[in-house]
């Protein structure tokens, strides 16, 4: 009994070991981490809202945290989240007309002035004489989006409309998305240049001179369109088309049939010189051959007997 009893004390003993071992083990862990259990972070730079990192492998400096690009309306986002909701709308006006006038010089003169009554200009302009020896000619004008209506109602008063178009493109979408991207390249390029006067090295300052000029192509870019768009929308364009009326006659047909008769015979003259053209060279031979025939044959004969 005595002998159990021991091998018992013996067992509980070994447990009581064991566990006291895990225990002096676990006991980090549940402290919780260290400054020794865990990497330390990258250095924050909280007064220019950037951290370090590493830039093409090398060693890290700042780089901009830039924040992420906002999806372009329509797209999953709301315009409201770039813009305000009472945003202007964005629409180019276009309008195309032809009108019949009795005289095209006098008809261009009135639509000129009605153009620079309205602070407008003329960015293209021609005209031309028919075969009959009437005036043709077109203009297209650049007029203030807010007159579009009225100088169209006044150029039509020039002559007697035969047709008469009107459209309206709206660009608000992309003029917003346009400009949403704009802001954020010009922010990026900024940091950029932040980070650039903390390069320490020729590769980094490389590195990040060749981010910036793809930002600055990119703001340009984006700056280009945006003014395109701008001006197509402050400046509505309309083509203005004017032509004197062709003269209405009665013939016999007799200057048809004398023009008719004129390009046939004219007709046969060029297929009679092609046809000699032809048989020129034929002729030729024909004649060389019966020269041959009755002059030179006749003496050889001769001579051979």
Avoid at 7 to 34: E, K, Q, Y
Avoid at 81 to 88: H, P
Avoid at 173 to 195: F, G, K, P, V, W
Avoid at 198 to 222: F, N, Q
Wanted: net charge neutral; aromatic share 6%; with cysteine.
């Amino acid at each position: 009994m005595e002998k159990y009893t021991k091998i018992a004390a013996v067992v509980v003993l070994c447990i009581l070991a064991a566990s006291a071992g895990f225990l002096i083990s676990a006991l980090p862990d549940l402290a919780g981490p260290t400054e020794y259990s865990q990497p330390k972070p990258y250095p924050v730079y909280p007064e220019m809202g950037i951290e370090e990192t590493a830039i093409g492998g090398g060693k890290g400096f700042p780089v901009p945290a830039v924040a992420p690009t906002p999806a372009p309306a329509g797209r999953g986002t709301s315009e409201s989240q770039y813009t305000d909701t009472d945003t202007e709308r964005k629409i180019i006006q276009r309008a195309s007309l032809s009108i019949e006038v009795k005289d095209s010089q006098s008809s261009s003169d009135a639509v000129i002035d009605i153009v620079e009554r309205s602070n407008g200009f003329i960015s293209d302009s021609h005209s031309y004489v028919t075969d009959t020896g009437r005036k043709r000619g077109s203009i297209t004008i650049r007029i203030p989006a807010d007159k579009f209506i009225a100088v169209i109602n006044e150029i039509a008063c020039v002559g007697d409309v035969k047709s008469k178009d009107t459209s309206g493109e709206d660009v608000t979408e992309e003029y917003i998305d346009l400009t949403a991207r704009l802001n954020n390249s010009e922010r990026h390029e900024q940091r950029l240049l932040e980070i650039l006067d903390m390069a320490k090295d020729v590769k980094e300052v490389l590195e990040v001179e060749r981010e910036v000029w793809r930002v600055r192509t990119e703001i340009e870019r984006l700056t280009g369109r945006i003014k395109y768009l701008e001006n197509r929308v402050e400046l509505a364009t309309i083509s203005v088309s004017l032509y004197e009326p062709e003269p209405i006659t009665h013939s016999w047909g007799i200057r048809d049939a004398i023009r008719s008769a004129f390009g046939g015979f004219v007709s046969v003259v060029r297929g009679l010189i092609i046809l000699v053209g032809y048989a020129l060279p034929i002729l030729i031979l024909v004649g060389f051959g019966w020269l041959v025939k009755t002059k030179l044959m006749p003496r050889l004969r001769r001579k051979t007997r």
